[in-house]
């Protein structure tokens, strides 16, 4: 059983950056694929990013490559999302969902989410 937290959303201007967080609980985050999916209101639930067991591989949705980095620390049992150069439509709630098995960008491949942070980028 993994149990996820995420924090550091909240309301930023477009140009600007934030740096999602997300704590995960039990004992097999260490062996887990990490990713970051987002929702926008009215819209499917799309993938953004994903980090390997290691964090040596990294992967990322178009729309976002060269402004957002995903990294783990698997001492601290957390992912991370840094955020920068944010869009309007950027704005989402954020989910970080794990992954015990093999994952690629499918919501279907995780099995554990967080309850999600709501990040609003203004114009």
């Known amino acids: 059983q993994v149990q996820l937290v995420e924090s550091g959303g909240g309301l930023v201007q477009a140009g600007g950056s934030l740096r999602l967080s997300c704590a995960a609980s039990?004992?097999?985050?260490?062996?887990?694929?990490m990713g970051w999916f987002r929702q926008a209101p009215g819209k499917e639930r799309e993938f953004v990013a994903r980090?390997?067991?290691?964090?040596?591989?990294?992967w990322y949705v178009d729309s976002v490559k060269g402004r957002f980095t995903i990294s783990r620390d698997n001492a601290k049992n957390t992912v991370y999302l840094q955020m920068n150069s944010l869009v309007p439509e950027d704005t989402a709630v954020y989910f970080c969902?794990?992954?015990?098995?093999?994952?690629?960008?499918?919501?279907?491949?995780?099995?554990?989410w967080g309850q999600g942070t709501q990040v609003t980028v203004s114009s």
């Open positions: 969902a794990a992954s015990t098995g093999w994952a690629a960008s499918l919501a279907r491949d995780y099995n554990y």
């Open positions: 039990g004992r097999t985050f260490s062996r887990s694929t």
């Open positions: 980090i390997s067991v290691s964090g040596s591989s990294t």
